[in-house]
């Protein structure tokens, strides 16, 4: 059985006090549900602050977004050695709102803030590989927009985006890749995918990793589900054959939420 991964993104919150206060709340989790991994991915400014907390417990420290150089004329960007320097473990990449893909721009979006955001399967690729070669588990997420699901693009948006992120990876390193489907309509909208639609998804993305480096790897391979996951559909979701995990925005910035969360899954007790 694949070991369930359950990561919180917390996204543009948190100051450094509340961030360090919400980790101490959490810090626990590795050693009460040691058959869980849980990282906890706190913004850049924050991540010295809650590593100090989370130091010497199981529960692994993660950035939400790296560059792919390693140093250079790169204003404003992060290197992966610099995520290791400071004892990030784990990294996301292509969140769909990195890719400019938001499931509800607010009022105030509009096309300067879209345009900032300009991930693409090419850049998602190189974040990955660079971060794989710093040593870095990588949580990369795939996912369609409402418009795509409802063209019935689904499948081939997703299995592109795994083929692009994927691409020239060796199959060795993929031990350390986890994949989320995040629906990008189920992002920040309350809205979570249907269980057994979730359950699918993940298999084609499975089925994909599978044409691209056999069935061994495909079934090694961890997919998390993440979009609007809450204490209240985590169990039913944790529990599909092909979900190992979760990647949790809004609720993993509430201690209790994120930690009954982390519990709901299969292989937590
Ligand atoms: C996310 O940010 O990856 C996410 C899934 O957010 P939420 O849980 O708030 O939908």
């Known amino acids: 059985m694949r070991r369930q991964i359950i990561a919180g993104n917390w996204k543009m919150h948190m100051l450094t006090d509340e961030g360090r206060e919400l980790a101490e709340a959490?810090?626990?989790?590795?050693?009460?549900?040691?058959?869980?991994?849980?990282?906890?991915?706190?913004p850049y400014t924050a991540l010295t602050a809650v590593g100090a907390v989370l130091a010497g417990s199981k529960v692994r420290l993660g950035a939400q977004d790296v560059f792919w150089k390693e140093k250079g004329a790169y204003t404003g960007q992060v290197a992966p050695s610099m995520l290791v320097d400071i004892g990030v473990s784990v990294v996301i990449v292509g969140h769909s709102e990195s890719r400019g893909r938001f499931g509800v721009p607010?009022?105030?979006?509009?096309?300067?803030?879209?345009?900032?955001?300009?991930?693409?399967?090419?850049?998602?690729?190189?974040?990955?590989k660079a971060?794989?070669?710093?040593?870095?588990?990588?949580?990369?997420?795939?996912?369609?927009?409402?418009?795509?699901?409802?063209?019935?693009?689904?499948?081939?948006?997703?299995?592109?985006?795994?083929?692009g992120a994927l691409a020239g990876l060796d199959a060795s390193t993929l031990d350390e890749v986890v994949?989320?489907?995040?629906?990008?309509?189920?992002?920040?909208?309350g809205k979570t995918c249907q269980t057994v639609e979730a359950d699918r998804v993940c298999g084609v993305i499975r089925q994909a990793v599978g044409v691209l480096f056999g069935s061994d790897c495909a079934e090694a391979m961890r997919i998390q589900y993440g979009g609007s996951v809450k204490p209240a559909n985590a169990a039913e979701l944790l529990a599909c054959p092909n979900i190992d995990g979760a990647l949790v925005g809004g609720a993993s910035l509430v201690a209790a939420d994120f930690a009954a969360i982390v519990k709901a899954g299969p292989t937590a007790a």
């Not at 900032?116 to 090419?122: E, L, N, P, T």
């Not at 994949?179 to 990008?184: D, F, G, I, N, T």
């Open 179 to 189: 994949l989320a489907y995040e629906p990008v309509w189920a992002i920040g909208t």
């Open 131 to 163: 971060a794989r070669r710093a040593g870095l588990t990588v949580i990369c997420c795939v996912g369609e927009t409402l418009a795509e699901r409802e063209a019935g693009d689904t499948d081939r948006v997703v299995t592109r985006q795994v083929e």
């Open 106 to 128: 607010e009022p105030d979006m509009d096309d300067v803030v879209l345009a900032h955001f300009g991930d693409s399967d090419r850049t998602v690729n190189l974040k990955l």
């Open 26 to 42: 959490l810090v626990g989790l590795g050693a009460e549900v040691p058959n869980v991994d849980v990282a906890l991915c706190p």
